[in-house]
């Protein structure tokens, strides 16, 4: 994903538009994060480990609100979108501040992380005439991955090599979002 995101900054900055810029310099960042701190999570023993699992939660709603982000940005939507971005990044505020605060070590509810997900997806398409059918595929297609994908991780322990699962429709939900950026924002 480094090297996409550099992809995606390399070819945007020739557009000059402060808007598209921002949007994938945010999305850049945030998906660069989720996957250094999930590396790191994982390959991590404790006493740090409780930390970067901390971490890689709070980048999970980073990345969420980093994926929506290029779209409202580029778009100039109405304000029912900016108002949507506006609340998706107001939550995932609120939920990283809750996971850093937590007293134990629980992981977030999935489905906080699907709502605003497809609250974020809803606020996309709502504007949808903005966008070219393969953009809007590919960003359906990656909200689908990551929701297939929240079955494997709910059920970790009744499925063999779920989570790493998990982490492949993760991958695959994140490369779709990557194109369906790349389609549209460029």
């Known amino acids: 994903m480094l090297c996409g995101s550099v992809y995606l900054l390399t070819n945007v900055i020739h557009a000059g538009d402060l808007f598209r810029i921002s949007g994938v ?18 390959g991590t023993r404790e006493p740090l480990k409780k930390f970067w699992q901390r ?15 290029p ?12 108002f949507l971005l506006a ?21 977030p509810s999935i489905w906080i992380y699907l709502i605003l997900g497809w609250i974020g997806v809803l606020a ?8 070219s059918t393969i953009s809007v595929s590919f960003l359906l297609i990656g909200a689908i991955l990551y929701t297939i994908g929240t079955i494997f991780y ?4 009744q499925f063999r090599h779920a989570h790493g699962a998990w982490h492949l429709f993760v991958l695959g ?13 460029l």
Request: with cysteine.
């Open 173 to 185: 939900g994140a490369i779709c979002h990557f194109l369906s950026i790349r389609f549209y924002v």
């Open 154 to 157: 709910s059920n970790k322990r």
């Open 55 to 69: 971490f890689d939660h709070c980048s999970i709603y980073l990345l969420i609100a980093g994926t929506v982000t």
């Open 87 to 107: 609340l998706i990044w107001g939550l995932s505020i609120l939920g990283i501040y809750q996971q850093i605060r937590a007293k134990n070590d629980s992981a």
């Open 25 to 42: 310099f945010v999305f850049s960042i945030t998906v660069t994060l989720l996957f250094i701190t999930s590396t790191i999570y994982h």
């Open 124 to 131: 996309v398409l709502r504007e949808w005439r903005f966008f």
């Open 71 to 82: 779209f409202v940005l580029r778009a100039g939507m109405g304000y029912v979108s900016w």
